[in-house]
Each structure stands twice: as C-alpha cells, then as structure tokens.
C-alpha cells in the first residue's frame, strides 16, 4: 500500500509540474570531463544534463592503464584486462527524491548493456559480460567484466589497436508505462594496444649444393624475404665450415622491409687439396630495424660443397 502511494504521489506531481511550468526554473548541469586520467588508472565519465524530473545515470568505465601499456605479442596469447563498471543515478529535482524512494521500494533495477565497437581486422576481443543488473539505491555500485584482446601475425607494429567499449542503459519507466523515471544514457570509452616486432624471415637457397673447384671462388645466391611486421635488419654468419683451409665468407646485413625479398651471397674458395663433399652451415637473424634489442631466432641453412673431378 505503501509503494501505491508513493506511486501516485510522483505521478500527482508530475501533473502538477506540467500544469504550472512557470515556477520551475532551468538551471544548468556541472560539466565533467568525458574521460579521467590517473596514473595509472583510465576512467571513462560522462554525465548527461537532467531532461524533465527523471533520474540521470551516470556510467564509469575505469582500469588499470599499465595493463595496456606492454605491446601485444603478434600470435601470441590473448591478454585479459579487467574492467570495472560503476553505476549510479544523480538526483537533481525535488521530485527526483520521490523517484528514488519509489525505486527504493519496489527495488528497480537498470541492466548496463556493454559491447565491443569496431577494431581493426588483425585484432580480436571479447567482453566476459554482455549485460550487468544495478538496484536504484543512489549510491554507487561496481561490478567486475573482463576484456581479453589478441593480435595476429598480420598486426604491423608501427599499428595501434583502438578498441572501444560501448555501455549504455535503457530509459526507466514508472507505473503504467508512460512516465520516464530514470533516463536513457550511452558512453563508449577507448582502450588503446600496441602491436608488438614480430619477427619473421623465410630463407630459399638457389640451390642446396654448389659445385666447388679447388682454389678457385664460387657463390651461391640466397633469398630471404621478411615475413614480419617491421622493417628488419638480418644478419648473416657462417656457422660450420669444413676443416682445412677454407675461405668463405657471407653477405652479413641486409634491409628489408615488410614483404620485401632481397639476396644474401655466399662465396667460397676450396682449398688446393679438396676433394668430394662436405657441408657449410649458415644462419640468418632477424632484428627490428630502429630497435636491434628487439629479435627473432636464427634461420640455419646447410649448404653441401661438392667437387667431383
């Protein structure tokens, strides 16, 4: 009985408010920035102006920033952020109190639909929670969701990684369905990622055996391609030549950026007494070109020698 006629009063109220517009006077809503930055702490914050007697809601989308901050590992495992989202409604007319009572009453409740916008295609994520219940109480309240996101191996590394999250709620009605208790609200609120240096290198010899003449050069040509998803500087070396007096000697550096092919030589000189076959082992690194620190491992290629008189 009670909630009836708390009900009825807000409605009383509202027919009255329409019924003598001029004592209500307009004032102006405090503008908030649309997104806070801590430390190390992101939050997402808006607040819309009161619209009529209804209750506005206020979203928050908050995490911790350092976790955005290490780049992403191309194919490698996904990352979980964890989000907090934080509701509560703000109470700015006479008649808004009633509103809240009401809702206190009857224990209304609002669901926070979230969702994922647009990302790029070398990126992929997902919210562990698609929608959220809060009770009209005018406090806040926190719920947990979880955000994970990958990158391919296509992700370049010089990219970036916008994925927005949109959380929004529906308008409220009170009894009979045609007074808005508590508005309708949107907010979408970004989380940033960088890819990380993948490194990738695809190593063809023109042929895995040279034929060799005793003290005398020959050179075989290799090919090697940058699959990553940076400018890469390899670098050759020999690792294994066959014992004796050998002089061999490797192209050591090449500049290549993404999807380009270039070629690496290998020369030899037998020495005078070399007969039959043996092997030279060579390996190619690959390192981001503006961050040597940054490396793949080596791509190892066997070349058999071979003189047959």
Same mark, same amino acid.
């Given at each position: 009985?009670?909630? +009836?006629?708390?009900?009825?009063?807000?409605?009383?109220?509202?027919?009255?408010?329409?019924?003598?517009?001029?004592? &209500?006077?307009?004032?102006?809503?405090?503008?908030?920035?649309?997104?806070?930055?801590?430390? +190390?702490?992101?939050?997402?914050?808006?607040?819309?102006?009161?619209?009529?007697?209804?209750? @506005?809601?206020?979203?928050?989308?908050?995490?911790?920033?350092?976790?955005?901050?290490? =780049?992403?590992?191309?194919?490698?495992?996904?990352?979980?952020?964890?989000?907090?989202?934080?509701?509560?409604?703000?109470?700015?007319?006479?008649?808004? +109190?009633?509103?809240?009572?009401?809702?206190?009453? %009857?224990?209304?409740?609002?669901?926070?639909?979230?969702?994922?916008?647009?990302?790029?295609?070398?990126?992929?994520?997902?919210?562990?929670?698609?929608?959220?219940?809060?009770?009209?109480?005018?406090?806040?309240?926190?719920?947990?969701?979880?955000?994970?996101?990958?990158?391919?191996?296509?992700?370049?590394?010089?990219?970036?990684? /916008?994925?927005?999250?949109?959380?929004?709620? @529906?308008?409220?009605?009170?009894?009979?369905?045609?007074?808005?208790?508590?508005?309708?609200?949107?907010? $979408?609120?970004?989380?940033?990622?960088?890819?990380?240096?993948?490194?990738?290198?695809? &190593?063809? =010899?023109?042929?895995?055996?040279?034929?060799?003449?005793?003290?005398?050069?020959?050179?075989?040509?290799?090919?090697?391609?940058?699959?990553?998803?940076? /400018?890469?500087?390899?670098?050759?070396?020999?690792?294994?030549?066959?014992?004796?007096?050998?002089? $061999?000697?490797? %192209?050591?550096?090449?500049?290549?950026?993404?999807?380009?092919?270039?070629?690496?030589?290998?020369?030899?000189?037998?020495?005078?007494?070399?007969?039959?076959?043996? $092997?030279?082992?060579?390996?190619? $690194?690959?390192?981001?070109?503006?961050?040597?620190?940054?490396?793949?491992?080596?791509?190892?290629?066997?070349?058999?020698?071979?003189?047959?008189?």
């Amino acid at each position: 009985m009670k909630r +009836k006629y708390v009900a009825v009063g807000i409605i009383l109220l509202f027919v009255g408010a329409s019924l003598t517009p001029a004592i &209500v006077q307009s004032r102006d809503s405090p503008s908030l920035p649309t997104i806070l930055s801590a430390q +190390k702490t992101d939050m997402g914050l808006s607040i819309l102006p009161g619209r009529g007697f209804a209750l @506005d809601s206020i979203i928050q989308l908050s995490w911790n920033a350092s976790e955005t901050e290490e =780049p992403l590992e191309p194919g490698g495992a996904p990352r979980s952020i964890n989000i907090t989202v934080t509701y509560h409604v703000l109470v700015s007319t006479f008649i808004g +109190k009633f509103i809240l009572r009401y809702c206190l009453l %009857t224990h209304q409740y609002v669901t926070v639909s979230l969702g994922i916008g647009d990302i790029p295609s070398w990126c992929t994520a997902s919210l562990s929670n698609h929608e959220l219940r809060y009770l009209i109480t005018g406090n806040e309240s926190s719920q947990l969701i979880t955000l994970t996101v990958a990158v391919d191996e296509h992700a370049p590394a010089y990219g970036l990684c /916008r994925v927005p999250i949109h959380a929004s709620v @529906d308008t409220l009605h009170g009894p009979f369905g045609f007074l808005p208790f508590i508005n309708e609200y949107n907010l $979408t609120s970004f989380l940033y990622f960088q890819p990380g240096y993948f490194a990738h290198i695809v &190593v063809i =010899p023109e042929n895995d055996s040279m034929a060799v003449i005793p003290n005398e050069s020959s050179y075989l040509r290799i090919f090697i391609t940058n699959a990553g998803n940076a /400018r890469t500087v390899v670098s050759g070396s020999i690792v294994r030549i066959p014992p004796g007096d050998w002089i $061999t000697m490797i %192209t050591d550096q090449i500049m290549l950026d993404v999807n380009m092919t270039s070629v690496a030589y290998l020369f030899v000189v037998p020495p005078v007494n070399f007969n039959g076959t043996d $092997t030279i082992i060579i390996s190619f $690194t690959p390192y981001k070109a503006d961050d040597q620190s940054q490396h793949g491992e080596p791509v190892y290629v066997l070349i058999r020698v071979i003189y047959e008189p």
